[in-house]
């Protein structure tokens, strides 16, 4: 009854170290994916959207050089384009790293997300 004893503590003290072996790599894989999306988020809302912001301004100023512009529909649909993609880029930089999950942490920021989707 013994030998039995310790064979049943040996196998479970086995399986529990082999789970927290797996919970520890999913740890590790994870942060690193936050770590990418919090990269790439920063990176599209740091470099690309000042380049469309930018771009947007210029394209702004058009009608103060061409007058003739300011009335035409395709400089408006440009201009509102441009406006959109802005939007959206910046939409999309907030959801790879939202600033709820660096404050709350991730209960908070998934409630948040759930929240923001209804």
């Known amino acids: 009854a013994t030998l039995l004893f310790i064979i049943v503590f040996l ?3 086995y399986r529990l170290k082999m789970q927290q ?3 520890s ?3 590790a894989q994870i942060a690193g994916e936050e ?3 919090a990269r790439i988020g920063h990176q599209l809302h740091d470099d690309v959207m000042v380049e469309f912001s930018i771009a947007k301004m ?3 100023t058009l009608p103060d050089y061409f007058p003739e512009l300011r009335n035409a529909s395709g400089y408006k649909s440009i201009v509102k384009q441009m406006t959109q ?6 939409q999309t930089a907030h959801n790879l790293i939202p600033d709820a999950l660096l ?6 920021a998934l409630s948040y997300f759930c929240k923001s989707m209804e």
């Open 11 to 13: 196998v479970v003290r």
């Open 21 to 23: 072996q797996k919970i």
């Open 25 to 27: 790599q999913l740890k």
């Open 35 to 37: 770590k990418e999306r």
């Open 58 to 60: 210029n394209i702004e």
């Open 85 to 90: 993609a802005t939007a959206k880029l910046r």
């Open 103 to 108: 404050e709350d942490g991730l209960p908070l």
